[in-house]
């Protein structure tokens, strides 16, 4: 490799080391069709007035519709965003397809998505080496409580909030009160609402959670003796009585081996259907969450698992 190229690789790599927000300009081409792409070099410029700017390669596709549009609108992508971010990346696609975008009141597309946005006319282009520098003036803008999408090191970040003050009460033994800072209140509240969906559905099927538990337990690890179930059952409260343990067999839901107890094909279809249920609500909670968030509270809940449960046993050994 050339020294120059090696040059401008260290570079590149020193300039990655600076943590920056991701965005994506619009605008307009000459013929009127909406033109975008993902930008790093956002900045502010000015306050009075209000002025902003980005870089735009001279090479990219969209330098002359930028160049001549005379307006552009910036958006400011929230940290869910990456697969826009991506999408605006590439050339050669039809950005805009099946997007919610909208024609603003200076001419540039908005999209119905960002963390912030701001509109803008051009005030100036600049010669900035291999690519231009515009500036513009910000006609109209909004922000929204929106975590940001941050580009760090040749990739995406995400911007954490920091911890609030470790000093300030969350329980009040003497007077018996506690604020919604009280860590078991979430838990157990987590816990109630998010198994809600599951229980609405037991019932609606004439079956109840410790049924559900054991045949979760028997889908994972089978046989087992019935002593064994109610061992591992034990902490959740749901451990099934001899009677519960017979209506399942009564009902096929479960079949009585001489090893033990197993999952029948009608038990393990009732399983499946509950499974994809709370599957399936999971998967909408995750659409309010980035990837890390997930990872890290993932995380946190199994140390907590860890940290409170040393005597209880493995309720079942699959993979997580």
């Known amino acids: 490799m050339a020294a120059a190229e090696e040059r401008q690789r260290a570079f590149r790599n020193a300039l990655s ?3 920056t927000g991701v965005t994506i300009a619009t605008t307009k081409d000459a ?3 909406p033109i975008g792409v993902t930008a790093s070099s956002f900045n502010s410029v000015s306050l009075d007035p209000p002025l902003v700017l980005w870089s735009l390669a001279k090479k990219s596709h969209s330098f002359e519709a930028f160049s001549k549009s005379g307006h552009f609108a910036v958006h400011v992508l929230a940290a869910s965003q990456e697969d826009l971010s991506n999408r605006f990346a590439r050339s050669g696609q039809d950005k805009f397809g ?7 009141p200076h001419g540039s597309p908005v999209l119905g998505e960002h963390a912030a946005l701001f509109q803008c006319l051009t005030r100036n ?3 900035g080496g291999d690519h231009v520098i515009i500036v513009g003036e910000v006609m109209d803008f909004e922000a929204r409580n929106e975590s940001p999408l941050l580009f760090h090191g040749g990739s995406y970040a995400e911007r954490r909030q920091r911890p609030g003050r470790a000093d300030v009460e969350t329980v009040n033994v003497e007077a018996g009160s506690f604020s919604d800072g009280f860590l078991f209140y979430l838990i157990t509240r987590a816990h109630y609402q998010t198994s ?7 019932q609606a099927l004439g079956s109840s959670m410790t049924e559900y538990l054991t045949m979760a337990l028997l889908s994972m690890e089978a046989p087992l003796a019935a002593i064994e179930v109610e061992r591992r059952l034990a902490h959740t409260g749901h451990a099934p009585s001899a009677d519960v343990v017979q209506r399942m067999v009564e009902q096929d839901l479960i079949i009585e081996t001489e090893s033990g107890f197993i999952l029948s094909a009608k038990g393990r279809e009732q399983f499946v259907e509950t499974l994809a249920y709370g599957k399936a609500f999971e ?3 995750a659409d309010h969450l980035t990837a890390g968030e997930i990872a890290d509270t993932k995380q946190m809940l199994r140390l907590i698992i860890d940290l409170s449960g040393k005597d209880v046993p493995i309720s079942w050994r699959g993979t997580a």
């Open 17 to 19: 080391s600076f943590a």
């Open 283 to 285: 998967d909408r909670l």
């Open 196 to 202: 809600k969906p599951i229980r609405d559905m037991l």
């Open 31 to 33: 013929a009127g069709q």
């Open 98 to 104: 099946d997007l919610d975008w909208r024609d603003g």
């Open 125 to 127: 282009i600049y010669e």
